[in-house]
């Protein structure tokens, strides 16, 4: 085995274990700041997003363009 790979494959356990730790608080983040906009935003805007999402969902087999809801739109 390559010197190499074989240090790669060494430091695998600790590396993975970082980016888990990572990704676990930032799962813990981004939950904090979805609650944060879901507190903020009007309900019946939420409704109305809702039932956008169940029609996109639900149509996009048959019309990919139904996904064109999740573009961003960012007025300049």
Same mark, same amino acid.
């Given at each position: 085995m390559n010197d190499s790979n074989f240090c790669k494959m060494i430091h695998m356990k600790r %590396?993975?274990?970082r980016k888990y730790k990572l990704a676990k608080n930032? +799962? %813990?983040e981004s939950g904090? /700041?979805?609650d944060r906009l879901n507190e903020? /935003?009007?309900g019946h805007l939420k409704t109305e997003w809702l039932a956008q999402e169940r029609v996109a969902q639900s149509s996009r087999i048959?019309?990919?363009a139904a996904m064109d809801l999740y573009d961003i739109n +960012?007025?300049?």
């Open positions: %590396t993975l274990c930032g +799962i %813990t904090r /700041a979805f903020a /935003a009007p048959r019309d990919p +960012i007025k300049k």
